[in-house]
């Protein structure tokens, strides 16, 4: 693996082991993380309440003790002080009933960084592709982004939102159906509500590795969040292998600057701190 030739030197959006879509070892990670040239990373493993059951298992697989997670970590981040500054944080899984509860958890424990995104449309995942059937893409799309305002209603327990445009990623034609301008009506009404809660988005570089051609969201809409007034940008890649650490980092800083940025956004403490690109 070859170092990221990359203005960007911050990995916010990483799994393991914790998460049920990941077997990956976090040491391998953080490794994987180190070969492509990260300076700091944020392990963002998915909680997602009430996500539906695993068939075969019956348990919900996007779940994992909270406290044994912070001890591990703890622990791994002090072997790797003097390598890589890691960073502990969650991807919660939005859904409206959810505030509250979410709510309990970012208080209770000390998290450097909190996503949140939406993976499930009115309880449903993109990811089988069940919510398709029947229907055009686009319908699709559109739910997925009425229901992401719903969610902003009444979660804000979070500090950035993850892949505004994710449900892009499982279209059956993926793309095809999907501009800015399609459905900038729905996604101006949600930037708009992300830069009045002061929270920001990020800039997932996982969409490359599914074959979309550009991150979530489309450079067309980071471009917009900036002329709407939007500061706040984090650079993820989403990986859940560590093949993918800081995947296709190295468009991160021009696709940046070609949307108006001049900086991207790390966060400790819950607090963002602003890094040159």
């Not at 990359?6 to 180190?34: I, N, Q, W, Y």
């Not at 044994?68 to 969650?90: M, N, P, S, T």
């Not at 592709?129 to 719903?150: C, H, K, M, P, W």
Request: negative net charge.
């Amino acid at each position: 693996m070859k170092p990221a030739e990359t203005d960007v030197k911050a990995d916010f959006h990483m799994h393991t082991e914790f998460s049920g879509d990941s077997d990956a070892p976090v040491r391998t990670m953080l490794d994987a993380a180190l070969e492509r040239g990260m300076e700091a990373v944020c392990i963002t493993d998915h909680i997602d309440e009430d996500y539906p059951e695993d068939s075969e298992t019956g348990a919900n697989p996007f779940l994992f003790d909270l406290d044994q997670y912070f001890q591990v970590l703890r622990e791994i981040k002090k072997e790797y002080a003097d390598r890589l500054d890691v960073r502990i944080g969650v991807e919660l899984g939005l859904q409206p009933h959810l505030g509250e509860r979410y709510g309990r958890i970012t208080e209770k424990y000390p998290f450097d960084f909190v996503i949140g995104s939406l993976h499930l449309i009115h309880g449903q995942d993109p990811y089988d592709g069940v919510i398709f059937e029947g229907r055009s893409d686009a319908d699709v799309y559109r739910e997925a982004f009425q229901a992401t305002l719903e969610n902003l209603d009444h979660v804000s327990d979070f500090d950035v939102l993850g892949h505004l445009d994710y449900v892009v990623r499982y279209g059956r034609r993926q793309a095809l159906e999907y501009s800015y301008q399609a459905f900038s009506d729905e996604i101006d009404e949600i930037l708009k509500k992300v830069i009045c809660m002061r929270k920001g988005i990020e800039m997932n570089m996982g969409g490359f590795k599914y074959g979309l051609g550009f991150c979530n969201p489309h450079p067309d809409v980071i471009r917009r969040y900036r002329e709407l007034g939007g500061e706040i940008i984090t650079v993820g890649a989403d990986a859940h292998r560590p093949e993918h650490a800081a995947f296709d980092f190295e468009k991160a800083g021009d696709i940046l600057r070609s949307c108006g940025f001049r900086y991207y956004a790390e966060y400790r403490n819950r607090k963002p701190i602003f890094r040159q690109v």
